[in-house]
Every structure is written in structure tokens, then in C-alpha cells.
């Protein structure tokens, strides 16, 4: 075996080395219009050929660093911080880490000082002794998982805190917002160390009720939170806004659908699309738009803001895929988790498609496990209907905290990339799967980096066909039914 110090030698370390975006998915939309960022992703090729040549690839170069430390040898590992920081650079990247956190990390490792620099070094001899020492005595133990735990772990410790991220979420006051806020300020919406700024968004009316909402937050005295806005004003809600959770606007009552409420709740949303394009962070503003009916208040204020991108714009339709799995594994008497490639189409509405064509359970075809009969006339209808039948037994009450639960992973998701998972979400068509472009129709995505890629290809049955065309009509119509506030 050659050894990493003599594969090091004489190489000179990627003091200028160029950073390109490994594509991962086949067709793949960039938050920031198929421009590609410099930044991203140390490409893997590139890696090799100047820090380890000789080696295929990262994994096998990898595989080889981790081997010699099972030898008993002392780890005979180059000590220059920047190779170092190009292995942990790329270690945070195969584990999926986001943009933002290889970017930060690149960010805080230029600023370290030669003082800390040192510090850094003599911690990690430190560490590779005690290792040593440990993999000395347990000399039978495989200590490949507790390596690569330990690799994540110290990778960490490039992740400081990023800059704050300007959340804006609208109807802050409500029941979804109540159990949003919260949530968000906790960290469970981008994780533990990105502080936030809240801009709440409430009418006139429900100001004095946002500001006990405010006083609860200070109390909860989240480290995460350095900044809360409570406001009337779209505008200061809006401003600098890096994420615009649109939840506030009237919810439907018993016995109605949600496209009842087009005409009422389409004003606030061409009001807020206006008040985004003019005040928010621009091509960078991400929008989820929960206010019923989401898909068409998502088409109006995409419409009105013209300066941020429509791929930034999506409508929630992960609430429907959640409780569509959770169903699915009650029949199926397994996890949630090991149910993958379940996925609703279309709009949230009644119409909507939760499909389980591509699902499976570990290695089996969810098609081949559910009893059809309960599939088509209890499961699609059921998922369907949900809202509905919550509103029912909680005396005309909507879904309040599974909405917000469900906000939560949408932009836990967006944000944070899924690893090849699919998420439910209605985005901008540009005519996938038949669908008219310029709707905003519930697909299987996959995120990475910020933005998201559309699942393509996946074989359609007459089944599913008919069902995906039937929320596509509906959608159309709802889009003409608000065409004059488009004018
Ligand atoms: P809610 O009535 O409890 O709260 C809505 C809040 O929005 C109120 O506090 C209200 O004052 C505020 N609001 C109204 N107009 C506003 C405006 N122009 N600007 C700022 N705030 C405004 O309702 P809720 O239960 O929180 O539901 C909110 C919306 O979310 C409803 O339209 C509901 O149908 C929808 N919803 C969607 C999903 C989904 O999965 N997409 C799930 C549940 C609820
Ligand atoms: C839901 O799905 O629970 C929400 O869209 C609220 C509703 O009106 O059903």
C-alpha cells in the first residue's frame, strides 16, 4: 500500500483550486435561474488529481485513509490544514450538506487567524493520538462506523453559525402561525445553528393578539432568534426576506371547498406578491404559500413579483403527503420511514393524486402489498378529504399544527437538501407531465443546494393518467377564474 504521505509530497495544495457544481440530477432548476454557483461542491475529480493522484476516486481514496488507521500504524495523514480542510469540505458535501453550511465553512476556516490555526492543528494531533491509543487497545473492534462518526463530528466544528436568516411569515397570529412560530425560532426549521430574524405579518386587527404572541416568544428566550418584527405592514414584513411563509388568509369553513375561497383570499396575495418584488431579497427570496387554495395564491403571487424567479415560489403540499404515508403505514404495519416514493400530483384540493405507483416499502412495490380496493375507494378519498374531516371533528376548526409541522419539513427540505428523497411539492411547471406551464402543480422533487429538480421520467398508468389530468384541469380553471386580478 503506498503510503498518504508519499502521495502528498510535492504536491501542491489547492491554495487555487476551482470549485464546480457536480450535477446529481438529470434536470435540475437553480433558486437562482440555472445560474451555476462558483462556490459549490469541490468536485471530486479535481480533488484527486491534486491532493491524492493515484487514487479513482474520493471513496477509494477514503476507503484507503480510513484502512491505514486499522493497521495499528501511527495514521500517517498529511498535517497542512489545507488538505484537511478539503477532506472535511468534501466529507460535509457527500453527506449532504447544504450550500450554505460548505460555504460558511470555507468562510470561517479563510478567517482563522495563524494563532488558531495552530490550535486547530494541535487539537487534531491531539485526536489522531487518542484514536490511535484506542484502536490500539480494541484491536478486534471494526472501527470504520465510529471513524466516520467521528469524521461528521469533527467536521462539525467548521460550522459555526451562519448570518441570520429573515423569515417572514404572514398571519403570525393564527392558528398555523401559533404553531409555526415557535417551531421556526426553535431551530427545527434550519437547524440548530442558523439564528433567524422573524418578520411577522398580521392585520390591523390581530396586532394586539401578534403581540402576545411576541411577548410568549421573548419568554421562550430561543438563543436561535436575534430579531422579531411584528408587523401590519406587507412591506416591513418583507424586507430583506430571505424565506416568505404566506400562511395568513381566511380558511375554509364546514361544507366548503377551498376553491370557495378564490375571490376573498386572491387580493392579499396579489397585495404580497407586489410587496415582496419591491421589498424582499429579490432572485434569492424563497415563498411558500399555505393560504387557500395554495397552488392558485401561489400563480397570483408569482404574478405579481416578477423580479423573484417562479421557481422560488411553491405552494405546500406536504401536509397531503404526510398524512397520506402515515396512512399507509398503519395498513402496511411498518415506519414512516421505510415507506419511500410515495407522492401526491396536482393541487391541493380534492382532486388532488396521492399516488403510490412508485412507492415502496424497503426493496417491494407498495402496488403489490395494498389491497387495491381499500387503495382506490378508501386511501385516495381519504387523503383527499382529510382536511375536510378534521375541520368536521374539530368543530369547523382547520388543521393547525400538521400545517405547520408540515411547513417545517417543506423548507427543512428546501433548505437543507433531501440526499435523493422525494418530497411533495406543487412548483413551477414548465410543462412536465403534460401539465401547463406557468401552473404550480404538485410533483415529486428532489432539492439540493437550494432549489429543487423534478422527478422526470417515471412511467404514468391510464389510472394515474386520468387522476393527474382531472387536478390539472381543476387548476386551469382556478387560474381563469382569477385572470382579471392578473391585468
Ligand atoms: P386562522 O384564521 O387561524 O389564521 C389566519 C391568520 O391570518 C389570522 O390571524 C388573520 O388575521 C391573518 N390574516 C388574514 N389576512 C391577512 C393578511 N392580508 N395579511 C396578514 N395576515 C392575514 O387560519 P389558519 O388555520 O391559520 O389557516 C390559514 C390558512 O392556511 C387558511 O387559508 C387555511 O385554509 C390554510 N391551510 C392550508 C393548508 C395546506 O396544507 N396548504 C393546511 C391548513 C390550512
Ligand atoms: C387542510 O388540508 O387541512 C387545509 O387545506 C385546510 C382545509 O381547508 O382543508
Known sequence: MRSLSSLFKGQRLVKKKRFTRTKVYRKYSSGEHGKEDPKVNVDSEDFIKKVAPGFEDYKQFKNQFLSQAFTGKPVDIPQDLETRFYMARKNMELSGASAEDLDTMQKNFKKMTPKQQKIVDEVIKKRDQVFQDVMNKYKNVDFSPILSRFNMTAEQTFRSETEPVRVAVTGAAGQIGYALIFRIASGAMFGPKTPVILQLLEVPQALNSLKGVVMELDDCAFPLVRGIVATDSPEKAFEGADWALLVGAKPRGPGM???????????????????????????????????????????????????????????????????????????????????????????????????????????????????????????????????????????????????????????????????????????????????????????????????????????????????????????????DAVANLLK
Open 257 to 479: 371547498e377551498r376553491s370557495d375561497l378564490l375571490q376573498q383570499n386572491a387580493a392579499i396575495f396579489s397585495v404580497q406578491g407586489k410587496a415582496l418584488n419591491k421589498v424582499a431579497k429579490g432572485k434569492n427570496t424563497r415563498v411558500v404559500v399555505v393560504g387557500n387554495p395554495a397552488n392558485t395564491n401561489t400563480y397570483i403571487t408569482s404574478a405579481n413579483a416578477p423580479l423573484i424567479p417562479p421557481q422560488n415560489f411553491a405552494a405546500m403540499t406536504r401536509l397531503d403527503q404526510n398524512r397520506g404515508i402515515t396512512q399507509l403505514a398503519i395498513n402496511l404495519k411498518c415506519n414512516i420511514n421505510d415507506i419511500k416514493n410515495f407522492v401526491i400530483w396536482g393541487n391541493h384540493s380534492a382532486t388532488q393524486f396521492p399516488d403510490i405507483s412508485h412507492a415502496r416499502l424497503k426493496d417491494k412495490l407498495l402496488t403489490d402489498l395494498v389491497d387495491k380496493k381499500w387503495y382506490t375507494s378508501t386511501f385516495i378519498p381519504g387523503v383527499q378529504k382529510r382536511g375536510a374531516e378534521v375541520i368536521k371533528a374539530k368543530d369547523g376548526k382547520s388543521s393547525a399544527a400538521s400545517a405547520a409541522s408540515a411547513l417545517v419539513d417543506t423548507v427543512y427540505d428546501w433548505y437543507n437538501g433531501t440526499k435523493g428523497r422525494w418530497a411533495s411539492l406543487a412548483v413551477y411547471s414548465s410543462g412536465e407531465y403534460g401539465v401547463t406551464k406557468g401552473l404550480f402543480y404538485s410533483y415529486p422533487v428532489i432539492h439540493n443546494n437550494n432549489s429543487w429538480g423534478i422527478v422526470e421520467d417515471l412511467p404514468i398508468d391510464q389510472f394515474a393518467a386520468e387522476k393527474m389530468e382531472q387536478s390539472h384541469q381543476e387548476l386551469l380553471q382556478e387560474r
